[in-house]
C-alpha cells in the first residue's frame, strides 16, 4: 500500500524517534508534536499506534530490498551483487542517519527487521544462487552463519559510520572485500568487486 505526504512525513518522524528513543513504544502526543501536526491527524491517517513500529520496521525492510533488487536487477554476477547490495546499505546509512540508527538499534530484536536478511527479497536466495552456481565456495551447512555474518558486518559497518569512525565509502569498500572472500571469491578479484563504482539506488 502507497502511503500519502501526510503518512510518509509521521512515519520518518516515528522512525526519528524510536531510533532516538531506542524503544518500540512512542506516545500519540510525542508523535504529534514532532510531526507538528494535532492528535486527531494521526488517527485520521489511519496510524495504529499500537502497531505503528512494527509497521514502519516491516515497510522499511520491504522497500530497501527492494530497491536493491531493482537497482542491481541487470547484474548478472552474484558477487557484484551483494558487495554493492551492501555498500548501498552503508550509504544510505550515511545520508539518512535516523534510518541507519533505527536498523541498528532493532535488526535484531524486530521480527520484521529479520526479513532484511532472511526473506526471499534478501540476500539469501542470491548467496544460495552462488554457492549453486560455484561462485562462492562456503558449505552449505554455513549458510546461517554465512547470513549472519553478512547482517552483523553490514549493522557493525553502518554503526562505525554513523559514530563517525569511518566513512562510508571506506567501511562499504573493506566490508564488501572482506565478506566476498569469506564467501569465497579470490583475494584479488574481490579486491577490486568491491572497488567497482556503486550505482545510484533505484526508486520505486
Given at each position: 500500500?502507497?502511503?500519502?505526504s501526510s503518512?510518509?512525513?509521521?512515519?520518518?518522524?516515528?522512525?526519528?524517534?524510536?531510533?532516538?528513543?531506542?524503544?518500540?513504544?512512542?506516545?500519540?502526543?510525542?508523535?504529534?508534536?514532532?510531526?507538528?501536526?494535532?492528535?486527531?491527524?494521526?488517527?485520521?491517517?489511519?496510524?495504529?499506534?499500537?502497531?505503528?513500529?512494527?509497521?514502519i520496521a516491516?515497510?522499511?525492510?520491504?522497500?530497501?530490498?527492494?530497491?536493491?533488487?531493482?537497482?542491481?536487477?541487470?547484474?548478472?554476477?552474484?558477487?557484484?551483487?551483494?558487495?554493492?547490495?551492501?555498500?548501498?546499505?552503508?550509504?544510505?546509512?550515511?545520508?539518512?542517519?535516523?534510518?541507519?540508527?533505527?536498523?541498528?538499534?532493532?535488526?535484531?530484536?524486530?521480527?520484521?527487521?529479520?526479513?532484511?536478511?532472511?526473506?526471499?527479497?534478501?540476500?539469501?536466495?542470491?548467496?544460495?544462487?552462488?554457492?549453486?552456481?560455484?561462485?562462492?565456495?562456503?558449505?552449505?551447512?554455513?549458510?546461517?552463519?554465512?547470513?549472519?555474518?553478512?547482517?552483523?558486518?553490514?549493522?557493525?559497518?553502518?554503526?562505525?559510520?554513523?559514530?563517525?569512525?569511518?566513512?562510508?565509502?571506506?567501511?562499504?569498500?573493506?566490508?564488501?572485500?572482506?565478506?566476498?572472500?569469506?564467501?569465497?571469491?579470490?583475494?584479488?578479484?574481490?579486491?577490486?568487486?568491491?572497488?567497482?563504482?556503486?550505482?545510484?539506488?533505484?526508486?520505486?
Amino acid at each position: 500500500m502507497r502511503l500519502s505526504s501526510s503518512q510518509q512525513r509521521i512515519h520518518k518522524t516515528a522512525l526519528k524517534l524510536f531510533a532516538e528513543k531506542g524503544s518500540t513504544n512512542i506516545s500519540i502526543s510525542e508523535l504529534a508534536a514532532a510531526s507538528g501536526v494535532a492528535r486527531g491527524t494521526i488517527y485520521n491517517n489511519q496510524l495504529d499506534p499500537e502497531t505503528l513500529f512494527e509497521d514502519i520496521a516491516s515497510q522499511l525492510a520491504i522497500e530497501m530490498n527492494a530497491r536493491v533488487i531493482k537497482t542491481l536487477e541487470s547484474e548478472p554476477d552474484a558477487a557484484i551483487r551483494i558487495a554493492s547490495g551492501v555498500r548501498m546499505y552503508i550509504r544510505r546509512a550515511h545520508e539518512e542517519p535516523d534510518w541507519g540508527r533505527f536498523i541498528c538499534r532493532f535488526a535484531f530484536s524486530s521480527k520484521s527487521l529479520m526479513a532484511l536478511w532472511s526473506s526471499s527479497d534478501s540476500p539469501l536466495p542470491d548467496v544460495i544462487a552462488g554457492l549453486e552456481s560455484k561462485r562462492y565456495s562456503f558449505r552449505e551447512d554455513q549458510l546461517i552463519s554465512i547470513m549472519s555474518l553478512i547482517a552483523g558486518s553490514v549493522l557493525t559497518s553502518i554503526f562505525l559510520v554513523l559514530e563517525g569512525h569511518k566513512t562510508w565509502r571506506d567501511s562499504g569498500t573493506e566490508v564488501a572485500e572482506l565478506l566476498l572472500y569469506a564467501l569465497g571469491v579470490e583475494r584479488n578479484e574481490a579486491y577490486e568487486i568491491a572497488r567497482k563504482e556503486l550505482p545510484i539506488l533505484a526508486e520505486l
